[in-house]
């Protein structure tokens, strides 16, 4: 299913209680946007999280859906609430009480891209980013709540797999002094979106296809964590971010050439996770 604002993929018969979604990986850049912004192509691309829906498009062969975003971020923030507007970027914003996201320019709609370069020249509209938001980010979220809701009512529970991938050289300084860094970071709120008994699998999913892996530091997950992930309910959400690094060049934004020996690692990985969704050790609520 083709939407403006999303691309779903279906398996034909759904068999595990996993979604996979990736909100950052949209390429579909507005020629009004476009015209806009006062970035080059390559500049305003930085912000994307270029080829994740590629890497997890096997999910449908193991029954899973896969959600993956059409807008990109630098034109709208998925991982983000509605409500949270930049009165720096957008006319005619309150400035509410202080929010770590807005305050550093990654709003819902964002103010700058990779290493704080500006977006705009000037401010746009209240109208335009209202648009944006009726578009765009309300029916994304429309889409991934029904495929969450789809799961508890057919599982009795759901997972959801937010997929992301991170700059190289946001895990600086990440790990023990002179220590490898980490291959994937996984983010569960510090606990609070996913039972444990969960991100464990994640976490052995990844490490027996060899990532070396870190929990919530640095990226502990944002919006979507925050708002789908709730154990207690029978529902889990769990952040994952890759290296960039290790399937793209981070400078052209293009494949490496062993992008498709990747993705196959990360196929298994992927048939890993679905298979949490079919295991009778998740647990029903948070323990």
């Not at 080829?51 to 959600?67: K, N, R, T, Y």
């Amino acid at each position: 299913m083709t939407h403006p604002a999303y691309t779903l993929s279906r398996p034909g018969r759904r068999t595990t209680s996993v979604v996979f979604a990736s909100p950052h990986s949209g390429r579909a850049y507005p020629a009004s946007f476009m015209r806009a912004t006062c970035l080059n192509e390559a500049q305003v691309r930085s912000s994307e999280d270029a080829f994740v829906d590629q890497l997890f498009a096997s999910a449908v062969e193991h029954g899973a859906p896969l959600l993956a975003a059409n807008a990109p971020r630098a034109f709208l923030d998925l991982n983000r609430g509605f409500d949270e507007l930049d009165p720096a970027v957008v006319s005619g914003v309150r400035r509410a009480a202080h929010n770590p996201r807005i305050a550093s320019g990654l709003g819902v709609i964002p103010r700058v891209v990779s290493n704080g370069r500006p977006i705009y020249s000037g401010k746009i509209a209240l109208t335009e980013a209202h648009a944006r938001i009726r578009d765009y980010w309300r029916p994304y979220h429309d889409q991934l709540q029904a495929l969450l809701d789809e799961s508890v009512n057919t599982f009795g529970e759901g997972i959801l797999i937010d997929c992301h991938s991170m700059p190289h050289e946001a895990l600086e300084g990440t790990g023990p002094a002179g220590g490898a860094r980490p291959d994937v970071v996984l983010g569960d709120r510090f606990g609070a979106s996913a039972a444990s008994a969960v991100v464990e699998q994640v976490e052995a999913a990844f490490s027996e296809a060899g990532f070396k892996v870190a929990r919530n530091m640095p990226f502990a997950g944002a919006y979507i964590c925050q708002h789908y992930g709730r154990p207690v309910r029978h529902r889990h959400a769990v952040q994952v971010e890759i290296d960039r690094s290790l399937y793209m060049d981070e400078a052209t934004i293009k494949p490496k050439p062993d992008f498709e020996a990747f993705k196959a690692t990360l196929g298994r990985v992927i048939a890993r996770l679905a298979d949490i969704g079919r295991s009778s050790d998740v647990p029903m609520a948070a323990e």
